[in-house]
């Protein structure tokens, strides 16, 4: 946060822009609840997947719904979002991994 204390004025709508184009896709290919792997909001899932989304827009692979099943079926991932998710190492892993499996080749 501290990096962007001071962005120009035109940074926000994009940050905003950006936001909505994300939240677009993700319920367009991942449907309604996608973080919900569990019960209720899993804001490790979250951060991991709508970061990767975010990243990639202009280029979600048809098969992303098959490829994120298989994310949350993953035992690593499954322990990156459930244990120590605020640990840096265990963040880097779970971004890495749904960047990775979400868009990897």
Do not use: C
Request: net charge positive; aromatic share 10%.
């Amino acid at each position: 946060m501290g990096v962007h204390k001071r962005e120009l004025p035109g940074a926000l709508g994009q940050y905003r822009s950006t936001f909505r184009s994300t939240a677009e896709a993700v319920l367009t290919y991942l449907g309604e609840r996608p973080f919900h792997i569990r019960a209720g909001l899993n804001a490790a899932v979250y951060d991991a997947v709508f970061t990767a989304f975010g990243k990639n827009l202009n280029r979600i692979p048809a098969d992303v719904r098959e490829r994120y099943t298989a994310l949350v079926a993953d035992a690593t991932f499954l322990r990156s979002v459930s244990s120590g998710t605020t640990d840096k190492e265990v963040v880097a892993s779970r971004l890495a991994a749904a960047q990775d499996r979400l868009f990897g080749a």
